[in-house]
T-cell receptor, first 115, second 110 residues
């Protein structure tokens, strides 16, 4: 199984809502990532988890809160978002981050709209 | 930043033609990867080339790396309409975390 799944596919939320994005992989990968992608732009790294510990936070606002409950799951909790946070949120995983540079497997993304 | 910069930003060709995309980066890298993204969907990994490699092939794809010029190219031979997508290079330095360039939008006309 070389698939990364993400739920939901689409999400519309108001600025006062609290919601969560979910990501799952069963490839035994020990690194998982959250990216944000605006239209016609490259993915921007938000967070990296390595062996279930947060290893990189690219100065992301606190209204985005990542969580890695176990080695297969990655969540992104959203609270008090702004309209400019509307984007495609991509989850990815790789075998490891630091040894040899492994390819990333991406999920299909969650299209988030903040109203 | 290791960010790659693709060139051209957009490329329009006829089916059967070859498509070449270039990527330049700023500092030393450990590896460089190429990804494809169909409109509004997740990225698909195409090829990883390490800093000690000069060329790699995968099916109709050929990637070259010139570390002296800090550049890489992706060649798609005998293109098909299904190759229509955005293509990103991602360069990895000491942290091994790839940083994506702005991408090349490829349109292949049937």
């Amino acid at each position: 199984d070389t698939e990364v799944t993400q739920t939901p596919k689409h999400l519309v939320m108001g600025m006062t809502n609290k919601k969560s994005l979910k990501c799952e992989q069963h490839m035994g990968h020990r690194a998982m990532y959250w990216y944000k992608q605006k239209a016609k732009k490259p993915p921007e790294l938000m967070f990296v988890y390595s062996y279930e510990k947060l290893s990189i936070n690219e100065s992301v606002p606190s209204r985005f809160s990542p969580e890695c409950p176990n080695s297969s799951l990655l969540n992104l909790h959203l609270h008090a978002l702004q309209p400019e946070d509307s984007a495609l949120y991509l989850c990815a995983s790789s075998q490891d981050t630091v040894r040899g540079g492994y390819e990333q497997y991406f999920g299909p993304g969650t299209r988030l709209t903040v109203t | 930043s290791q960010q790659g910069e693709e060139d051209p930003q957009a490329l329009s060709i006829q089916e059967g033609e070859n498509a070449t995309m270039n990527c330049s980066y700023k500092t030393s890298i450990n590896n460089l990867q190429w990804y494809r993204q169909n409109s509004g969907r997740g990225l698909v990994h195409l090829i990883l080339i390490r800093s000690n490699e000069r060329e790699k092939h995968s099916g109709r794809l050929r990637v070259t790396l010139d570390t002296s010029k800090k550049s890489s190219s992706l060649l798609i031979t005998a293109s098909r309409a299904a190759d229509t997508a955005s293509y990103f290079c991602a360069a990895s330095g000491g942290s091994y975390i790839p940083t994506f360039g702005r991408g090349t939008s490829l349109i292949v006309h049937p």
